[in-house]
């Protein structure tokens, strides 16, 4: 007999997410939250609430008094495993060019998207399964693909 719950991964682990500070008041509204619309599970919620994320991203940022304008680039990385070189390009990479025409990105996203890509090329080795040669940001999330 098999367990009830979310269906088994092609190559299933725990994983347990980053340490978040919130107040109190956070904390309450995350736990009773969860108590409603996932029978109390956390995880469960937590993976609601990221699925039912679908905010736009925003068009134009304001930066030192000046305003940026969305594009969305592109970066080619590059996974080195024993002695193979796997490159992926990952695609609608959000960034906000200037009309000074300086482009500005935000390092926190190309470090995870570097770090989720090395992983990726792992599991597919892992698994025999083909390396893709480029991924579409958005769509890899679980976001409308608008561009």
């Known amino acids: 007999m098999s367990k009830v719950g979310r269906p088994k991964a092609d190559h299933p682990r725990n994983f347990t997410l980053p340490a978040v500070r919130v107040n109190r008041e956070e904390n309450r509204m995350f736990k009773l939250k969860a108590g409603i619309f996932a029978n109390g599970s956390l995880a469960k919620f937590s993976r609601m609430a990221m699925e039912a994320y679908r905010e736009k991203i925003p068009e134009t940022i304001e ?71 480029a991924i579409d940001l958005l769509e890899w999330i679980g976001l409308p693909v608008t561009v």
Do not use: K, W
């Open 63 to 133: 930066l030192a008094g000046r305003t940026g304008h969305l594009r969305y680039g592109a970066e080619v990385y590059t996974v080195e495993v024993g002695n193979e070189i796997y490159t992926v390009t990952v695609t609608n990479i959000p960034e906000y060019i200037f009309d000074d025409g300086e482009t500005v990105s935000d390092l926190m996203l190309r470090a995870s998207i570097e770090e989720e890509v090395n992983e990726m090329v792992l599991e597919c080795i892992q698994n025999r399964r083909p390396v893709p040669e």
